[in-house]
């Protein structure tokens, strides 16, 4: 719900009016469409500070423009913990289109659950897939809070000295200039330098309880949706503000083509205070590069009406509730079938209330016992009745409740 503490804009300002089918997709996994942000001379001078290396070009600047509007209450109108969807580059950036290549984001703003990443990473998966991108997999690693990092880079820096000796002088020079960068290397200039990079300290292994567990959720995730994945080490942000889940989606943009980054993505928490916010604010993002010829056209009377307003809200319980309710989101999209959730939230009450103040017909709710079941339980808010149906039923039933309203 908005927050009404939050600077007001004029209704619907940051709106995207203009639709195309990544943009109804990212809003049936609740993305609000927005015009693409700016970035402004500040941003670019506050992200020289923050820069040492940048696998990225742009993502520095990008997220903190996100932050700036986030601190300014571009986002109050929008579901909180807020979740945008735009086109980029963003205005002002010196990034450029690749050639035949559309660009688009995915943030999640204030979002600390695992759900959020999970999300990001569903809906860039679904963009890509209609867009035509084939043999996908998900390449993800994670860096961890600030306690793993801490440790990670010790243990590295130990693992270093130990075998300084073995490398060639052009390793050394590079570990000494980015201790980072060397992970990412696929091959040094020897096989020592091979042998060091192979056996050197993993992220993974540092994690501190809380992030192994964070990072496990999101895995849970992946293999629930059915999505294939691979842990690369190498996948190491920028250690100054990013944390947890790193990722990049490789595939094919067609079957004629190589393989190429089809989409990145990043937990960015600990960038509001490097910028002089008061305190962290919890994010993640993603960038998605679209083939230009596989995107459809805007069918802007279409669109808009599979964007209506939803009559259902899904209401979930518990981590086998949330599992199940990635792949009730993807199924009811298939079916056309327009629905709100709260995926990133856990207070069975806010979600209540949120479904209250959107005025839908029918709560779609799953607990524990129902996800066991593969089912889910409807129930009309108006005759406070409800049914249990079989998952595999649910589109159908669905329809022909929706069409008797």
Request: aromatic residues 6%; charged residues 25%.
């Amino acid at each position: 719900m908005p927050e009404k503490s939050a600077k007001k804009l004029p209704k619907d300002s940051l709106l995207l009016q203009e639709l195309d089918e990544s943009a109804c997709i990212a809003h049936h996994y609740g993305f609000i469409p927005i015009i693409t942000p700016k970035i402004t001379t500040d941003d670019k001078t506050k992200g020289k500070t923050l820069k040492t290396t940048e696998s990225h070009p742009g993502e520095t600047e990008e997220q903190i423009a996100v932050m700036r509007l986030f601190q300014e209450g571009a986002f109050a109108r929008t579901p909180q913990p807020p979740m945008v969807y735009f086109k980029k580059p963003f205005v002002g950036s010196d990034v450029r289109k690749k050639p035949n290549t559309e660009m688009c984001g995915l943030e999640a703003v204030g979002a600390n659950k695992s759900t959020a990443e999970a999300l990001i990473i569903k809906t860039a998966w679904t963009i890509l897939t209609e867009s035509g991108a084939t043999d996908m997999r998900v390449e993800i690693n994670s860096m961890g809070d600030k306690e793993s990092f801490v440790r990670f880079e010790r243990d590295l820096h130990i693992y270093f000295r130990k075998h300084i000796h073995t490398l060639s002088g052009e390793m050394r020079q590079k570990f000494k200039e980015n201790n980072l960068d060397i992970l990412s290397t696929e091959e040094g200039k020897t096989e020592d330098d091979n042998e060091f990079i192979r056996n050197a300290p993993k992220p993974m292994a540092c994690l501190s309880e809380p992030s192994r567990v964070h990072f496990k959720e999101v895995l849970e995730f992946l293999e629930t949706t059915g999505i294939p994945y691979q842990i690369q080490p190498g996948l190491i942000g920028n250690k100054q503000y990013h944390s947890h889940t790193i990722f990049e989606i490789k595939g094919k943009a067609s079957k004629t083509v190589p393989e190429t980054t089809l989409a990145y993505g990043e937990r960015y928490n600990y960038l509001a205070k490097k910028i002089g916010f008061k305190k962290d604010v919890q994010s993640c993002g993603a960038t998605l590069f679209i083939p230009k010829q596989n995107t459809q056209k805007t069918k802007k009377n279409i669109l808009l009406e599979k964007m209506k307003h939803p009559r259902l809200y899904i209401v979930q319980l518990g981590t086998l509730a949330k599992l199940q309710t990635l792949n009730i989101i993807e199924l009811l999209r298939e079916e056309n079938i327009p629905v709100y959730h709260a995926l990133t939230k856990e207070n069975i009450g806010g979600q209540l209330q949120a479904a209250e103040y959107l005025q839908v017909s029918h709560l779609l709710i799953i607990g524990q016992k129902e996800a066991l079941e593969k089912s889910v339980v409807v129930r009309s808010t108006d005759l406070r009745v409800q049914e249990t149906v079989n998952v595999c039923d649910l589109c159908e039933y669905l329809k022909s409740i929706l069409k008797g309203n």
